[in-house]
Structure formats: structure tokens, C-alpha cells
């Protein structure tokens, strides 16, 4: 069957071209990457076992969850919790199978506590974090749905999913901000910055602001001028940083609620607001390019814990991010390329209701772009299977 395919000019200005232009990335230590993290990894988890015992994945969805913000006592120095973090696991999820069981609840958290210890190293996780798994099975129409079409998988849901490329220099610089001030060698040699760590970039014509909330370890803090020499210290690593990314002028701002006079600043004893009242959900942070972008296309749909076969929610947000990545790289003389992938709830997801491209190009002949991009998509959606190993296996990062 002949895939509904299309692709017209964009009549839009492309995001980088417009006086303003905004974007967020919450850190991995955010709450809500927190959750988006857990779930996201019981879904692999389960995924591989499922692969293991039957040779197949088997249904779930893992995408509910919730984090509730436990309590400290917080000083210079040190600190310590007096309410534990609470993790609500939930979402649905294949118990038995072949007349065997899934140890589906030891599953999710062992992989809660895998994944705070890996984000959050400064959290004793056995005695502050307290995790609830809620996770039963799924609506047996929903099961028998994913059954179905041994080849080629049913959507569960009519949803769409959208991408876009490339990304402008603010997009970058937020992006590469966080991930600088999370990576294992600033962790290393500046242990006293935490992981949660919020990017909020606003450009205005040529100039970019940066406004970071970044969470301190009280331990590695002695007092209110170490801290704001580590502040300052932060500040500057970013700028400097800044300058391999782009060559807009750039002023940061950090942890702007700080009140100096009466010591009120952002220390905490673990590294994430997690640990002090604010709490994370599923799918209210990053999108699948691990951005918040309110000036460009983007889906409301919570990738994270769905499952990575025929929940289309995830699978053609992946896929359409992939696929404008992929053109855009290839291409660089298109300026603006956005994806939107459209399922039909019981069909085949590799015969999406429609498969939309916008595409802005100042260089190159339109049709012959028009071309390739209409071939690009029929081979991709054609080949959309192998989209799930790439997700499963982490070899796609989903925010």
C-alpha cells in the first residue's frame, strides 16, 4: 500500500531567524527528568527481560509515575533528610506469560534505586528514598491490540508525533549548558554542583540570556563566601563554555532567588530539589530531543515508560526527530525541517493516516528536495521496527 506522504515549503520563519526565540532543558536531576529517567528505564528493563524469556516484548506501559518531594534540614556544610523522597511507580505491564511470572515489581525498583544512585550520587537511597510500585496489568483489548500483526505492530492510539532540525545556536547552547555542568568531568572536578540543573535560554536578535537554577551539595559548601565563589566559578565555566557553541554575545544568570543579606540560597544536601518539597511527574519536561521548545512543533505526549513497540505516543516522536536529525545533517542546505508523523489507532504504524513535512530552504531545488525527502520517509516508516532495539538498548536518548 502507497504510505500518504507529504511535503510542501514552509510559510513559517524558521525559529532562528525571528526576534525572539525561547528554550528550556530540565537537568537530569530535575524531578521530572528524575521520573521521566525511571520510568523510561523499567520500560527497557522489562523489555529485555521480556526478550530473554519469550523471545519478544511483550505489553506495557510504564509511563505513569510520580515523585514526591521528601524533606531535609539543610546547612553549610552538611545536612540531612527528615522526610524521605516517595516514588509512585505505575503504568501496566505484562505479570505472566507462558504460564511464567515476571518479577515486574522487583524490576522497577531495582531500577528506581539503579537510577537515583546513577543521577543523584550524593543520595543515600536505601534509607531517603521510598519507592511504591503500583504497576498491574493492562486492559486486555489494549494486550490483544499489541498482539496483533506479528510483522508489523498496531498502533495502540491515535496520536502523532513530530521532530525538527536543526536545532538553532539557543537550542544548542542550552542543550550542551546542561549537559557541560552534568558531565562526569565537571562532576569530578566540581562535585559541590548538583545534578538538577534547569537552562532557561531566551535570545533577543543577537543576544542570549541564560537563567540556570543549578542546586549546590551543601557538604562541599562551608559557607556563604565559598558559595558564591562557587557560584561565580559556575558562571564563568558556562560562558567560556558558551563560546564553542556559538558566537552570539551571552550573559548568564544564576540562581537569581539567592538573598545574600539573610543567607537564603540554593544549597541542598543531595543535589536535587527532590529532596526538599518539589516533586516530578512524567511527561512534563523534556521533549524527545531533550528540549522545551514553545516556538517550534511539539507533542504533549510523554515518551518516557511507553512502550517502545506500537505506542505510536513514543515511537513516531522518536522516529520523526531521527528522521529531520538525519536529513538536516545530510542536507545542510536546508535551513528548517519539521516531522509530523499522524497514527490511526488499529492500523499498521508503518502506514501512518499521514506522514507531514515542512520544509524552509533558501539554496537547492525544491523539488528535488521535495523527492528525497517523500523517499527518505516511505524507506524509514518502511524499516520503522528497528526504531524499538535502538530504544530499548539506549542508542536513542529520549530526553
Known sequence: MKRNIRVEKGKYVP?????????????L???????????????????????????KILHHNVDKGQICGGG?????GGGFFTKPIFVLLSGRATMEAE??????HHIAQTTTHRHFEKVVPGLDVCNDV?????ISAGSPDLVELFLRGPKIPYANDTSFGTGYAPLSDLERLVLATEKHLNSKGYKK??????????VMGLREKEKIKLTIACAFVSKHIKDIKAYLECKERVKEDVLKHSKTITEKEVEVFLNTADDIKNKSVYITVSGTSAEMGDDGSVGRGNRVNGLITPFRSMSLEATAGKNPVNHVGKVYSVLATDIANSISKEHPEIDDITITLLSQIGKPIDQPKIASASIISKEGDFEKLRTMVEKELDSRLAGITDITERIVYGKIPLF
Open 99 to 104: 504460564r511464567k511470572k515476571i518479577p515486574v
Open 130 to 134: 521510598e519507592v511504591d510500585s503500583r
Open 29 to 55: 536531576g530535575h524531578p521530572d527528568s528524575l521520573i521521566d529517567g525511571i520510568m523510561e528505564g523499567i520500560s527497557c528493563e522489562l523489555s529485555k527481560v521480556y526478550l530473554e524469556e519469550f523471545g
Open 72 to 76: 531535609t534540614k539543610v546547612e553549610f
Open 15 to 27: 525559529v532562528a531567524e525571528r526576534e525572539v526565540e525561547m528554550a528550556e532543558r530540565k537537568g
Open 189 to 198: 572536578a566540581h562535585p559541590e554542583v548538583g545534578s538538577d540543573i534547569k
